[in-house]
C-alpha cells in the first residue's frame, strides 16, 4: 500500500482578469477591483451578451513561449503555460539541468480546460464550412484544439515525465484537477504536480451558446453585471484565463527548503446525478461533497473559523442551491462561516476557475483576509449566510474550502489549512 504524504502548496501562478501575477490578483481581489469590461475585439453588436472578464495586457513571451509556439497555440494553452511557468518559478523547482532539483518522473502534470480550443474550432469549422474539401484545413487543429494539449505542453515545458492527466469536467475541471493531485501525492505517486486549469471561451459562439442556454446575463453595464447572491442576479459573466498551483509532498518540500503556502487536507467529489445544466434544487449532493471535504480536513466547529470559497456563479438555480448545500453540510455553523464569491470580480473562468479560487484561498488563511463579494447590495433573502458585502474583512480563518459545481452535476470541494 502506498505511503500517506502530506501535500502542501510551494507555488503559484495565474493569468486573469484582475491581474497577470499573484500579487496584482490578490491585491485587486482584496479591493474589490472589478475585471469585466465591454468586449472591444470583435462587435458584438448583434450577440446576445457584450461582457466579459477579458485578459488584458498579455504577452506570452515573457513567460518561456517563442513566436512559433504562440502561432500555433491556442489561447488556453498559452494561459496555461504561462500561468504554470510562473507557479514553477514561484516554487522553485526545475526538473532538469544544473538547477535540478526533482526527478522528472517525480514530477507530474493535472492540468484541465472545460473546453479547450475553442477559438480554433470556431475558425476552422468557419473554413470547412465555405470550402468543404477541407485543403485550407490547419495541420495544428487538431493538436491545437484537444483540451489535454495544455497539460501536454505544460509537460513539455517542464520536463514533467511524471502522471499527466488532464480531467474535463466542465466548471468543476480545475478543482477535480487540484484534487486529484493531492490524492497522487499523498499516495506517494508523485514528489510534485503542477496542477490546475485553463479556458479561452468568451468567442462570439461561446456568447452564443451560453446566452441561448440562459445561463448567461444580458447586463448592459459591466461593472454591475456579476452579481453572486444578489437578488438581483440574472446569469454569469463569462471570464478567461489560466491558474496553477504547485502541490508538493512535505518531505520533498522541506528536503529543498521550499516555501509553502499551505497545506491541501480534504477533497470532496460527487455528482448530482439529477440535470445536464442546473444543480440539484435541494442542495443534498453539493453538501455530501463539502462534507467530504471538511471531514478529511478535520473540521472542528468549535475550534475551526471557516472561509469558504463558493462557486457563487450569480445564476439563480447555483446561488440558491449552494446556500442550502452550505447549511445541510455546516447546520447552524454555516451562519458563522465566511463566504465569498471572486466571480463577482472575475466573471466565470471556466475550466481555470476553480484553481484560481483555490488560490484566493490559500491566501485568505495566509494572511486572514476574507475578500469581498462586491455588488452585493441588495441581497437575496434566501441567500442569508455571510457572503461578505462589498468590502474586505480581516478573520482568524483557520480552515478553507472552495468548492465548484459543473455542467452535468459534477461536484468538487478542496480543502486548506496553514502549515503548521
Known amino acids: 500500500m502506498a505511503k500517506n504524504h502530506r501535500a502542501v502548496v510551494t507555488g503559484l501562478g495565474i493569468i486573469s482578469p484582475i491581474g497577470n501575477d499573484v500579487p496584482t490578483f490578490w491585491e485587486n481581489l482584496k479591493k474589490g477591483v472589478c475585471g469585466i469590461e465591454t468586449i472591444t475585439e470583435y462587435d458584438t453588436s448583434l450577440l446576445p451578451a457584450h461582457i466579459a472578464g477579458k485578459i488584458k495586457d498579455f504577452d506570452p513571451l515573457q513567460y518561456g ?24 518559478e514561484d516554487a522553485g523547482l526545475c526538473s532538469q539541468g544544473e538547477g535540478a532539483n526533482i526527478d522528472p518522473f517525480r514530477l507530474g502534470v493535472y492540468v484541465g480546460s472545460g473546453i479547450g480550443g475553442f477559438e480554433i474550432m470556431f475558425r476552422e469549422i468557419a473554413k470547412m464550412v465555405e470550402d468543404p474539401s477541407g485543403q485550407w484545413i490547419s495541420p495544428m487543429f487538431i493538436p491545437s484544439m484537444i483540451s489535454n494539449i495544455a ?33 497522487a501525492v499523498a499516495g506517494g505517486h508523485a514528489d510534485a504536480i503542477i496542477t490546475g486549469g485553463c479556458e479561452y471561451a468568451t468567442i462570439p459562439l461561446g456568447i452564443a451558446g451560453f446566452a441561448n442556454a440562459k445561463a448567461l446575463s444580458r447586463a448592459t453595464d459591466p461593472k454591475y453585471a456579476s452579481l453572486p447572491f444578489n437578488a438581483n442576479r440574472a446569469g454569469f459573466v463569462m471570464g478567461d484565463g489560466g491558474a496553477i498551483l504547485i502541490l508538493e509532498s512535505l518531505e520533498h518540500a522541506q528536503e529543498r527548503g ?40 478535520g473540521y472542528d466547529p468549535a475550534k475551526d473559523c471557516l472561509y469558504i470559497n463558493a462557486h457563487g456563479t450569480g445564476t439563480h438555480l447555483n446561488d440558491l442551491s449552494e446556500t442550502k448545500a452550505y447549511k445541510l453540510a455546516l447546520g447552524d455553523d454555516a451562519y458563522k462561516a465566511h463566504i465569498t464569491s471572486i466571480k463577482s470580480m472575475t466573471g466565470h473562468m471556466f475550466g481555470a476557475a476553480g484553481a484560481a479560487e483555490a488560490i484566493a484561498t490559500v491566501l485568505s488563511l495566509r494572511e486572514g483576509i476574507v475578500t469581498p463579494t462586491i455588488h452585493l447590495d441588495t441581497p437575496d433573502p434566501e441567500c442569508d449566510l455571510d457572503y461578505t458585502p462589498n468590502v474586505a474583512v480581516e478573520a482568524p480563518v483557520t480552515l478553507g474550502i472552495s468548492d465548484s459545481l459543473g455542467f452535468g452535476g459534477h461536484n468538487a470541494c478542496i480543502a486548506f489549512r496553514n502549515f503548521k
Open 258 to 297: 521550499a516555501r509553502i503556502y499551505g497545506e491541501i487536507v480534504g477533497y470532496g467529489n460527487t455528482c448530482d446525478a439529477y440535470h445536464s445544466t442546473a444543480p440539484r434544487p435541494e442542495g443534498t449532493t453539493q453538501a455530501h461533497c463539502i462534507r467530504e471535504a471538511l471531514d478529511e480536513a
Open 65 to 88: 513561449m517563442d513566436k512559433a509556439f504562440v502561432r500555433k497555440q491556442g489561447m488556453f494553452t498559452q494561459y496555461g503555460v504561462a500561468a504554470a511557468h510562473q507557479a514553477m
Open 151 to 183: 497539460a501536454g505542453h505544460i509537460a513539455i515545458k517542464n520536463f514533467a515525465q511524471g502522471p499527466c492527466l488532464d480531467i474535463v469536467t466542465a466548471c468543476a475541471t480545475s478543482s477535480h484537477c487540484i484534487g486529484e493531485a493531492f490524492r
